[in-house]
C-alpha cells in the first residue's frame, strides 16, 4: 500500500478492555509494539518513543500526561475548630495514563484469552512480577475524544494542529 504497511483487523466478540484483545494476536510480534486506545488523537514521534522503550531496556512503557486540576474555591486547612491556612484556588498536578504504550512481545502471553482484560492490569502485572516499567512524558497535542465535547473540541482544533 501507500505507507509499505500491512493492516490486519482483529474482531472482538464481546467486550474484552483496554488490553484483552491482544489475547486474539495469532502469533507474538518479533519486536516490541505499540498499543494505542482507539478514541486518541495524539501527535507523538512514534520512533522517539520506540527507542526510549529500547533505551530504558523496559517490558512496558506508558506514556503519560500532566493533568492540571484547579479547585475552583478556597480551600481552608482545619484543626480542631481553628483555621490553620488558607488556600486560594490551589492547583493539584497529576500523572495521568495517556493511553499509548509500548508493549515486549512476551507481554502478548500474559493476557488471558477470552477474558476482559485492562491495560492498567497488564502493567500491575509486569510491576507484580519484577519486570521494568517506564514512564514516556507526552509534551506534544494530545486529546481523548471519548466524550462528545472533546470530539466536538477535536473537530474545532484538527486543523491547526495537524496542519490538513
Known sequence: GKWGVEIRYLEEE????????????????????????????????????????????????MCERQYDFQVPFGVVGIEQNRI???????????????G????????????????????TELFEKVIASGESTTVFPIHEYWLDVGRIDDLERA??????????
Open 84 to 98: 490553620k491556612s488558607i488556600d486560594e484556588k490551589p492547583v493539584h498536578r497529576f500523572f495521568v495514563n495517556a
Open 14 to 61: 464481546k467486550r474484552l478492555g483496554t488490553a484483552g484483545a491482544l489475547g486474539l494476536i495469532p502469533e507474538r510480534p518479533d519486536a516490541p509494539m505499540i498499543v494505542m486506545n482507539g478514541d486518541l488523537i495524539a501527535r507523538i514521534n512514534f520512533q522517539d518513543l520506540l527507542d526510549y522503550h529500547e533505551q530504558q531496556n523496559s517490558h512496558a512503557t
Open 155 to 164: 473537530n474545532l482544533e484538527f486543523k491547526r494542529n495537524f496542519g490538513t
Open 100 to 119: 499509548i504504550y509500548v508493549l515486549d512481545p512476551s507481554l502478548i502471553g500474559q493476557v488471558p484469552k477470552d477474558t476482559r482484560f485492562d491495560m
